[in-house]
């Protein structure tokens, strides 16, 4: 399905006047000093909580149901509709039906997003799935991955999604009896809060797909990525960084951490790359590097990454966390629990300071400086490292997902230089230049 073009979005929030939305709708509004107010027909209201802004178009409910935003928003609460849907009735020329502000409606004119009384393993792949598609729909969203270099394949393959807090308008509303259970389920499960609110809100949200995982409480049923049956993880890194104070960028599932992403790579590759995050590790995905999975932090190795290293012949690791002295000490700890397991460990070693996908997005392209930074990695066992085969890149279907290459002399570059047999390739960092040493990439 094809994106709605942004010009055609900001034309509908612009040219629309969300004035004729609500008084179309029933609302009476008075004026307010710049705003108008009037009561919320979204719920039971009884004192004017509806602010409407015209000079911006904008509107927001300072009473119990706290929504808000563009025309499109609007519709979206007040059809119980997708972001597409409404765009679509926007663009058809939506005409609202008039009803009393107080006493609405409150039945869905479309099906919930959600099955009420589901399984907690097929909720969870109907939110991933509803991520999914408002992702698609998100320019903001995907502006934001593609800043990070991450493309359509990758999104496609692991279902990265985004949580714009449009959820509940999909679901029945919490005052009848499905809609109170949904919601207690969702809580439970640690996709809402006590608030009401959705836990990864304005975040980008990665699932952790994994069928030989399982949280306490959860069924587990094998079934192919396609179907995201057994979802036991859930990532949110938020898409701004103007945030009130004290609200944190990155987010999980409250709970104990279950699962490995990117499970399929260890059963594919002797040689693993474990990342800190799920953003660097999504980075050498998209770069061709496929072997790869992450950790859940600097603290985040969990026993079943050891487990499924183990029962994949996992023979090598390539511990590529941040270079900095959390990942750093880090990396020498798990070095020795690696080490200990029979499992060669080696550091791949960023400029100082830098991690995975800030140096994979100055230093282009990604595919040879990760390349030249993997084939470096630094042996963290005694004595004489042992013999090993390199990773490769797999090929990748559209390696142009990676960002554009930067400015001139904005950023370190890489050299190149023609032999017979190989270009030679000279990574132009302090760190590296300092030893002399030159990378082959063959």
């Known amino acids: 399905m094809a994106r709605i073009p942004n010009d055609q979005i900001d034309r509908l929030k612009q040219e629309v006047s969300l004035q004729r939305l609500a008084e179309g709708q029933g609302v009476v509004l008075k004026r307010h000093g710049a705003d108008l107010i009037g009561l919320c027909p979204f719920h039971d209201d009884h ?12 509107w927001h409910c300072l009473g119990a149901c706290q929504s808000g935003g563009s025309v499109i928003d609007w519709v979206m609460k007040a059809e119980g509709v997708s972001f597409r849907h409404a765009v679509e009735l926007l663009q058809a020329d939506y005409q609202p039906l008039a009803v009393d502000p107080v006493k609405h409606s409150t039945v869905r004119k479309l099906p919930a997003a959600l099955e009420s009384r589901a399984e907690d393993t097929k909720l969870f792949r ?12 998100s320019p903001e969203a995907l ?30 509303e919490k005052n009848r009896k499905e809609g109170a259970a949904i919601r207690g389920q969702l809580q439970r499960l640690g ?85 800190e995050s799920l953003i660097d590790a999504l980075t050498f ?25 183990k029962k994949d012949g996992t023979e090598r690791v390539l511990i590529a966390y941040d270079r900095d002295e959390a990942g750093n000490k880090a990396a020498d700890k798990l070095a020795k629990q690696l080490i200990d397991e029979g ?8 400029p100082k300071g830098m991690d ?44 142009s997902d990676v960002a554009p290459e930067p400015e001139r002399d904005a950023v370190p570059a890489i050299e190149e230089t023609s032999e017979p047999a190989a270009a ?13 040493i030159y990378f082959h990439v063959l």
């Open 47 to 58: 004192e004017p909580s509806l602010v409407i802004t015209p000079k911006q178009n904008l």
């Open 126 to 137: 109907q939110v991933v799935d509803y991520y999914h598609e408002t992702l698609k729909q």
């Open 143 to 172: 502006g934001y991955l593609e800043k990070r270099g991450i493309g359509s394949e990758a999104i496609n393959h692991f279902k990265l999604g985004f949580a714009n807090r449009t959820l509940g308008y999909r679901l029945p």
């Open 343 to 350: 499992i060669d460990a080696y550091r791949i070693q960023f």
């Open 424 to 436: 030679l390739v000279l990574l132009k960092t302090p760190d590296l230049l300092s030893t002399g």
């Open 191 to 275: 996709l809402y809060r006590a608030s009401g609110h959705e836990h990864f809100s304005g975040s980008v949200v990665i699932p952790i797909i994994d069928d030989r995982s399982y949280l306490e409480g959860r069924s587990r049923h094998p079934a192919s990525r396609d179907t995201c049956t057994s979802v036991c993880g859930v990532y949110g890194r938020k898409i701004n960084d103007n945030l009130r104070k004290g609200t944190p960028k990155h987010l999980y599932l409250p709970g104990a951490h279950v699962g490995v992403w990117n499970v399929e790579a260890l059963a594919a590759s002797p040689e693993i790359i474990l990342c």
């Open 285 to 309: 995905w998209c770069a061709g590097y496929r072997n790869v999975t992450c950790s859940y932090g600097t603290e985040g190795f969990i026993a079943d990454h050891l487990a499924a290293f």
């Open 356 to 399: 995975a996908n800030e140096y994979a997005l100055q230093v282009q392209p990604a595919i040879k400086s990760l390349g030249v930074v993997i084939r470096s990695g630094q042996w963290l066992g005694k004595g004489q490292a042992p013999v090993r085969a390199c990773s490769t890149p797999v090929p990748a279907s559209n390696l």
